[in-house]
């Protein structure tokens, strides 16, 4: 299936389409319209990002200690040097985090200066102004307790707390004004989408389209097609050809590696996970077919680039290919590398080695209906897969796992409605 977000220029009315940046301009009349993180997650400037990430670590230090600067300045009411060492920090998010601004305020004086200013602002208030220290340590606490399980659970009331600083922010006698002449619920989608769209990958596919609707409105987000996987989550499912082990790879391997039997197969681009898919244009109305492996289409009556959300993670995986060419590594050749043998009297327990070992590695990164989904396809006798999960628990303490991987593999089998599992309880 594939997710589709309708843009909608504030100014115009007209529609907008990402284009394979980060931030969304109107079609018709250029304004800015809103942030797209898939499309910067598959632009050079996410290349770049990554080439420059080790270089930059030191940088991330003198951040840290130029914020913790500028609070002592704005706690003891010194708002001229506050605001002062805040806009040095908007300069050096400019320099490491360049999509968390509009393109523009890379290029032009005037935008740069504008929208430094309102960053520079609400980072003095948010110490400042007692409603606005409020909404911000609400927000510290929240993303500080967040379980990557359910990260839903902390990232809807996150959306809130975003929403009233933005509106706050706006009636703070003398705050500058929108940078790029936003109004208030435009803005709010915006920032939304910057700060917590990074999140949608570590969401299973409920979740994530809970979380876009509340960034965009349920009217903007729509699914289309069918299927379970929508292409933006950071594990994919694969099928080991050698064990039929199904196992959760990140999206952004080189390789896939079966945890059962050690079967390894190369990856050459995510862009073959991506299935071909009819959307409607937002012009026009027409059906235009986004063929397999594509991520947009023109209309072919009103020629606007029609966009799904998708992730190929080719990114990533160029990268990782320049890391391997430079310091050395041999890439599996075509066919890939097979491991263990596997025999018709090892196959099963291979299977339910594998299984235990994912539910070591992912106890605290997936949740239980999640991890059904890699069981079920692995275990698809439905009369044998209660004892097979218990022999995967029993496998899963053996290989180090605890609580967390006890729990995930209980509410597996709540989410599979196992009527008997654990044999000895």
Known sequence: MAIVVR??????????????????????????????????????AYAALLRNSASQLGRWNEYTALMAEAARAAGAGRDEEALALYTRLGEMILELTPHAFPDQARTDPACRRRHLEFFAFQQLMNVRDPVCASLQGRLTGLLQNMKLTEPLEVLLPAAEIFEQQIVRLGRIPGAPL?????????????????????YLHLLDDAARLSL???????????????????????????????????????????????????????????RAQLESVELACPTCGARVTVGEGQSEALCGYCKIAVRRLARTGDVERTFAEEIRARYGGEPLPPAG??????????????????????????????????????????????QTRALGLDRVLELALGEGGGQASEKLLGDTASALQLRRWRSDV
């Not at 929108?178 to 990074?198: C, E, I, N, Y």
């Not at 009217?219 to 082990?245: F, H, K, M, Q």
Request: aromatic fraction near 8%.
């Open 178 to 198: 929108d940078p790029d002449g936003m109004p208030a619920h435009q803005r709010t989608k915006a920032t939304l989408s910057v700060f917590l769209g990074g």
């Open 337 to 382: 590398v097979d491991g263990l043998a596997v025999t018709p009297d090892n196959r099963a327990e291979l299977v339910l080695i594998g299984l235990a070992r994912q539910a070591v590695w992912y106890a605290n990164l997936v949740n239980g209906e999640r991890f059904a989904k890699v069981v079920r396809a692995s275990l698809p006798d439905e």
């Open 7 to 44: 843009y909608e220029c504030h100014g115009c009315g007209a529609p907008a389409q990402p284009r394979g940046t980060a931030w969304v301009r109107c079609d018709h009349c250029q304004i800015l319209v809103g942030f797209d993180w898939q499309g910067f997650l598959d632009s050079p």
């Open 212 to 270: 876009l609707r509340r960034i965009h409105g349920s009217s903007n987000v729509r699914i289309v097609g069918a299927g379970e996987d929508d292409g933006l989550g950071l594990y994919l499912d694969w099928t080991c050809p050698r064990c039929s082990l199904a196992s959760m790879q990140a999206r952004t391997v080189t390789e896939y590696t079966c945890p059962g039997c050690f079967c390894r197969r190369p990856v050459r681009s995510g």
